[in-house]
């Protein structure tokens, strides 16, 4: 759970992470809302040690940014980033075999100060962005992020059920390359936490908009046919062939030739057709990616909670009641002071006052 004080006035913004409702369930409420249908396509490249995926994330991703709305919305510049970290993200969670959330967050030094992607095993997905900056027209990656080198893009995986004492696994990667130079596309910065991550070469192609977040990756593996999707992986035989296996590397050259445009506008059978019309592949059903948040009364209340009864007061005093907003989806939660009361009446020890929580 991630807690942030805003400036002015005194209220709580949090945003509240754990399980995600069932797809299914998710899913039936996109298709009454009439919405156009999110799709995760998972394919291989018959007798050759590549897969691919390709994700159009439609009615989910209008989903997140109807919800920002009532904050007046984002700036272009971060609504393309924030999109493609949720195809980036959806990708990634459908790419490994995890019981958990796969966060993907990026931070720095600019006007944005946190993007947050967050997505569950069953592709459930929802995302954020703080700004507390002016965004400039046309703003590149680092413009938004990283303006003195300060900035990180952290991968983290959060198990559902930990074992006692387990944490989540999390890798952070800088926004820069080997020479300290800025890099202004986030697919190359996480191709390269792939890189290093799973020694497996990895080609991947974002792109967003205020309609459509979209995404194809492209990935050796050290195995052929159907292992490719059962996570038989060699750690080294493959990294022998880092770098130089042709037939990997003559398919993402194809996936290169892929253009913003045709991501953002052509549909899946259109967009494999005209780049690997040569290559036999094999495609599986797809998946639907949904909108989903989890926050709730209670996990606020527990996060009130964990502040003290001196921070609630003060709150209290101050504007009469305490207002949580859901940066994620939009929901307002207020507790009156008797609410505030019946947090901390079975509580005997009170943890110490805190303004940040995670």
């Keep these: 759970m991630w807690l942030s004080r805003q400036p002015g006035p005194r209220n709580w913004l949090c945003q509240a992470a754990g399980a995600a409702p069932p797809r299914g369930a998710a899913t039936r409420a996109a298709a009454e809302r009439g919405g156009p249908m999110s799709e995760l396509h998972k394919f291989i490249f018959d007798g050759l040690p590549v897969r691919g995926m390709l994700v159009r994330l439609t009615g ?3 989903e997140i940014l109807k919800r920002r709305q009532a904050a007046g919305g984002y700036p272009a510049e971060v609504t393309n980033l924030l999109g493609e970290m949720t195809a980036a993200g959806a990708l990634m969670q459908s790419n490994i075999k995890f019981n958990g959330a796969l966060i993907l967050q990026i931070f720095g030094d600019g006007p944005v100060k946190l ?3 967050e997505v569950q095993p069953d592709l459930s997905l929802r995302a954020t962005a703080t700004v507390t900056g002016t965004v400039d027209p046309g703003s590149s990656l680092s413009q938004l992020v990283n303006v003195n080198n300060q900035g990180r893009c952290a991968i983290t995986l959060d198990p559902k059920d930990k074992l006692p004492g387990q944490q989540a696994y999390q890798g952070v990667v800088p926004l820069y390359g080997d020479q300290r130079e800025k890099i202004e596309n986030l697919a190359e910065v996480l191709e390269h936490y792939m890189l290093q991550s799973e020694q497996l070469d ?15 990756l492209i990935q050796r593996l050290p195995v052929k ?10 750690r080294d035989a493959n990294e022998d062939q880092i770098g130089v296996n042709e037939d990997y590397k003559r398919i993402a050259m194809l996936a290169g030739t892929l253009k913003r445009e045709e991501l953002l506008t052509l549909d899946a059978d259109t967009i494999l057709r005209r780049l690997f019309w040569e290559e036999q592949v094999s495609r599986f059903e797809p998946v639907v990616p949904s909108f989903a948040c989890n926050c709730s009364r209670e996990r606020v209340g527990g996060m009130l909670r964990s502040l003290g009864t001196a921070e609630i007061e003060s709150i209290i005093s101050e504007r009469g009641k305490v207002a949580v907003g859901c940066e994620f989806c939009g929901a307002q939660y207020e507790f009156d002071p008797v609410d505030a009361a019946q947090l901390f009446a079975s509580q005997t020890n009170q943890p110490p006052p805190s303004s940040t929580v995670q």
């Design 60 to 62: 989910s991703w209008q």
């Design 115 to 117: 993007a947050v992607a």
């Design 202 to 216: 990895t080609k991947l192609i974002l792109a967003a908009d205020g309609s459509v977040a979209a995404g194809l």
């Design 225 to 234: 046919g159907q292992g490719n999707l059962e996570g038989q992986i060699d």
